[in-house]
């Protein structure tokens, strides 16, 4: 099934824009473009002619879009999804996922919807997948540094890995810190100490 | 008890008194937990207020207006509780278009609007493309209201386009826009980099422009007034330390160390001082008055100025909006000097002028707009003859 919208999408980031534009094609928008960094959007807007344009929340050329949408000829105004009040529970639910949509050429709403819930949904799937890595980054670089902090205490007291551990452990439990946190100072003192 | 209080911000020099209330604890001092989250883009922080993702935001002074008049976003009735800055922005030209007004017979200076529109506007047809932060701006009111006085203004002569801050530089460099009105230390970072020379300081035009304001939803108002009075305290304090001379190179470091603005000290310091460069390699020149964060009555929310604002926008007045009546409900009982009035005419002080209040003589900013005209809401809301 194909459906004949064409979509603007605005978003700097290539693997992000990338996941967005699979989104929407899998669902049968095949007619999406993208456009990322350093790209004129007024320009894009003009040469394109969107039905519908993609952005997210935080993009500063919203900035730009909104000005656009004050100026430009009634046929190519692009007009911000939640200014009509028609749906306030999608418009929250975009808020929240980060997404804005802007509709061109007073496309419907009832074709506005199942791609902004596309949308909202792909944009749901990447800010959990980019907490999860950011988590697991975190994780890994904790773990490192207790290990560095641990091989510390090994060498300066002469101590098991095990007892090494245990130690860092009572010393973050009593000062009421993260062991992570202990490990940082030591190997940061370690480090100016030489 | 601390309250938990957010506040969206945007990084810029006048962002200052939300930073200082923070870092210096004004805000604790008024029992709330202040957390600043800087934001992308107006766009960004007007939607994220608007949904009730921030208590109070640093707004362009347009901002509570065009969106309780349905003109910008999400229609939401906000309100300015307080002016957190006065001044602050500068207008600039690329270096072909210095070299074009030059020929004209324009000199370099940074203190004639009318002279340096009439350059501007000055031999050619084409379209200047300028460069504001956003739509509803302050930059963008007055470069229409000050580019429309001159004899040789066209409609088509002038397209004003919408470029963030951040932005403004690279695209005057690009060849995107021929000028720009930006806030610093953007005009300052485009002299550096982009080769651009600075024409006026949009005080030149209005010498009192209420350029930032600090917003909040008017439902959110109406349920937390508690809240509300104790953060107009403590960014009122923190305006009040900001504008101690003594102060400015103190709040230079903090500001330039802060992790909520990541600017360095040399972008800070000329909006603090008022030593503005106009163009690469030029000395300093004084700017009186170029970003006032508190004497003169600035923070208060002249109902006045909501009114001006509501006129340059064609929509229907506003001046409810500016709530004065909080900021003197907040203030009053730590003995600050306050108007007695709501409104002024805007345009008629040119100089300090002490206005009798209960508290004895309070000193209110000069006004004046460049073409001399006055500004009263009275003879406003009827037609004009």
Redesign the interface.
Known sequence: MTQCLNILVVEPNADKALEISDALQENGWSDVTVIGLNA?I?EAVASHNPDLILID???????????LS??SQAQSRPV?M??D?TDDTM??AA?SAGV?AYVVNGLHADRIKPVLETAIARFHMIQKMQTELVAAKRALSDRKMIDRAKGLVMRARGISENEAYNLLRTTAMSQGRKVADVAQALVTSADLLG | MMSSVTCGYLPLVDSAPLIIAKDLLFATQEGLDLTLVKQPSWSAIRDHLAFGQLDFAHLLSPMPIAMSSGQSGYPVQIDALMVLALNGTVIGVSTDMANRMAAQGWAPYFDNPRATSAAVLAGGQQTLRIGVPFPFSMHRLLVDYWLRQDPAFANDRVEIISVPPPQMSQALRNGRIDMFCVGEPWGSVAVQDSGAVLVLPTSAIWNCVPEKVLGARRNWVTQNPATCHAMVRAVYRAARWLEQPQNVPLAVEILASSKHLDLPDHAIEPALTGQIRPRSGADPLRVDRFMVFHNGAANFPWRSQASWISAQLGVPDQSQCFRSDIYRAALTPIGVDIPNASAKVEGVLSEETPVTNPKGALILAPDNFYDGAAFDIATETTPKE
């Open positions: 004129d007024a929340l935080t993009n500063p050329d919203r900035d730009t879009l909104e000005h004050m100026t911000a939640f200014v009040h418009t929250k808020i804005s």
